[in-house]
């Protein structure tokens, strides 16, 4: 009897597993609430190997349908997990560059707990320091122009990074998305008007050695969750369930989903568009087994997933770890060396970077 009752749930969780896979094609615009179910990825593919597992000493035959269910779209699995990649490299070769992306939460993360932010902004600067990129794209950016501390001014001067575009730049303030680069651009822009300060759709395109190549810095819509919800959700994970504010969160989620799955929709036929090699990079706010991720890796590879190692979770928040922050390339135009991701306590999201091999062209 027990045995048939584990049958029926492993069958239940299976085809969940199977609908999680359809919210990356079905337009959260047309069915919002059937949008969440792509969070539930990661947890009910541990569900159905914990179940394959189990009826390898049960019943071998009940494994057929989990396995299977997982096979349909075992390519997911690079996505969120890789076992083996190169992470670092030391030195790079000719034709080599280096991208780092950065969200930097403004550099105000964890200022309730009393950490002055000058300092917070100098741990984030010795970082990049070290990494030393030849491009960084930030995200949530937000620097005094003038004075001694502003980290835009140690950027420009003290790191080299001397050509930039920034999506918003005021006489006091730069903020929003940044893009910072070793080499000239030579064009830069954003791609449409900015509905948000902090939420900008910028490129620039660099000149390196002889051939240019855009650089996509993207933050889409965030949840915009309050600080109590970001308590409630605390809360929900330890397994407080408060009602009403819980029906608040979904109405964000679900609201964010959609407004992602539209900007997605608008930045494509840019992408399809481009006539020179170009990376995607940013802040997607969306986990690879999302609608928005789908449409954006049309005709790009994910450097995670050639390279990257462990699993690949970028955010640093209340939420579950997902990855959400991403570097998108063009294979025909850039072979990629590594891919690094810092576990830095620094913001609510982890940076990420990448070495590429600039091809030639034939």
């Known amino acids: 009897m027990i045995k048939k009752i584990l049958h029926i749930i492993s069958i239940a969780f299976a085809l969940l597993l199977l609908l999680s896979y359809l919210t990356a094609y079905i337009p959260p615009s047309l069915y919002p609430k059937f949008s969440l179910f792509g969070f539930l990825y990661p947890v009910l593919l541990a569900i159905n190997i ?32 890789r076992l083996n990649g190169q992470s670092h490299i030391e030195v790079k070769e000719d034709r080599e560059l280096k991208i780092l992306s950065y969200n930097v939460c403004s550099f105000h993360y964890k200022t309730e ?31 005094l122009k003038k004075g001694n501390k502003a980290i835009h001014r140690r950027i420009v001067n003290e790191l080299g990074l001397e050509h930039y575009f920034i999506a918003n730049n005021s006489s006091k303030y730069l903020f929003g998305n940044a893009i910072y680069s070793r080499y000239p651009i030579n064009k830069s822009g954003t791609l449409f008007p900015l509905k948000e300060n902090n939420n900008a759709y910028i490129f620039a395109d660099i000149e390196f050695e002889g051939r240019e190549i855009r650089v996509y810095n993207f933050h889409l819509t965030s949840f915009k969750l309050a600080d109590k919800e970001k308590k409630t959700f605390e809360s929900l994970k330890k397994g407080e369930i408060k009602k009403e504010e819980s029906k608040n969160i979904l109405k964000k989620l679900i609201w964010a989903n ?15 568009e481009t006539k020179i090699p170009y990376f995607v990079v940013g802040d997607f706010n969306d986990t690879p087994f999302s609608y928005t991720y789908r449409k954006l890796i049309t005709n790009m590879k994910d450097a995670f997933e050639k390279k990257g190692r462990g699993f690949g979770s970028t955010f640093n928040g209340v939420f579950p770890a997902y990855r959400i922050d991403y570097i998108l390339y063009s294979d025909k135009d850039f072979e990629v060396k590594s891919f690094e991701k810092q576990d830095l306590d620094y913001s609510d999201h982890y940076p990420i970077s990448s070495v590429f091999e600039v091809k030639e062209v034939k």
Do not use: C, H, M
């Not at 990129?133 to 950016?141: E, I, M, S, T």
């Open 113 to 143: 707990y009393n950490e002055p932010k000058d300092k917070r902004i100098e741990e984030i600067f010795e970082y990049i320091k070290k990494e030393n990129p030849d491009v960084l794209a930030l995200q949530d950016y937000n620097s």
């Open 258 to 272: 959609d407004k992602r799955s539209k900007e997605v929709d608008e930045i494509i036929p840019i992408l399809s």
């Open 50 to 81: 914990g179940f394959i597992i189990l009826w390898l000493f049960l019943k071998w035959t009940y494994i057929i349908l989990p396995l299977a269910v997982i096979l349909i779209r075992v390519d997911y699995i690079p996505s969120l997990y």
